[in-house]
């Protein structure tokens, strides 16, 4: 049996790529501005998804689809992930 | 007109209406296809599998699935809107509407992405768009520059486009329609959420899918302040039973 086998953990963050505008980063660096919170220099926003899911030998793979096709639009996000 | 309906004896077109959850300009633009141009129009409900017999298919505005992950990201991979690719591949029209159009760039049958208004609101109110393309569908009842006033209701309506995407974008002639002033000029002070280029509405190259944010169904009477919006849809029914055809095949859906 594969090491890979049975139920595994992905964390997936997507964030804007660099140099997009990254309008709710800035409404929130305005926020935490407002509240006092000094020397903040940037807030960059993004989701968090946590999967659980039957890994196999294609997980990387597979998870790199989800990423690509459905999770992050890769015009204007990018994505990293870690599976634990 | 393969899905033209007689009713009275009189040929309607057939215009196919996709309900998602939370879409909500369903029901107007229903109205304004059926009560004020009086064709026929129906709902296709989102897990529909086949479009078959339908002259246009219209996906509305709102907020499918509460605009969860991206704007009509959710959307884009619903049966009915996987089942577009291969209804414009054998010809047929497609007009995205809004969060349509969101639902149409999400699912790849057009170019780019949205992004969420500069300055962060929601923009709610009429605005002016000059048609800068007349051979489609949806614009042939139109002269070239022709200044349209149909609100918009969007929180993220700024249109972008990769470096890549953007060469393609111009040679094919895909902006059908950009925001400007009263007058017809493309002003900054006239782009209400930043869209590159002032692009309110793009087509695939053939013409065949259009999307664009304003709404037309919200001005397709005097009541409700206009009829500019009208003109799309009185076009498309034009284009229709006059029987033209898109001046290239529609295979560049991928």
Redesign the interface.
Known sequence: MSVLAGVRTVRIIVTLKPG??D??GQ?ILKGLAALGHDGVRTVHAG?YFEIELEGDERLDERVREMCEG??A?T??EQYRYEIV | MKGTRRIQGVARVNIGIVVFPGSNCDADTYHAIRDVLAQHAQYVWHEERSLDGLDAVILPGGFSYGDY??AG?IAA?SPAVRALRPYIAAGGLVLGICNGFQTLL?AGLLP??M????G?RFRCEFVHVRTERVDTPFTCGFAPGDVLRIPIAHAEGRY???ST?RPALAAHRQVVFRYCDARGNVTPAANPNGAEDGIAGISSPSGAVLGLMPHPERASEELVGGTSGLRIFSSLVLWITTGRRLSMQPVEVH
Do not use: S
Request: charged fraction near 15%; hydrophobic fraction near 50%.
């Open positions: 997009v505008l309008a709710p409404a989701r459905f999770l639009n015009l204007i | 992950l991206r990201a991979t999400e780019g992405a992004q969420p208004n500069l962060g972008i486009i990769d995407g």
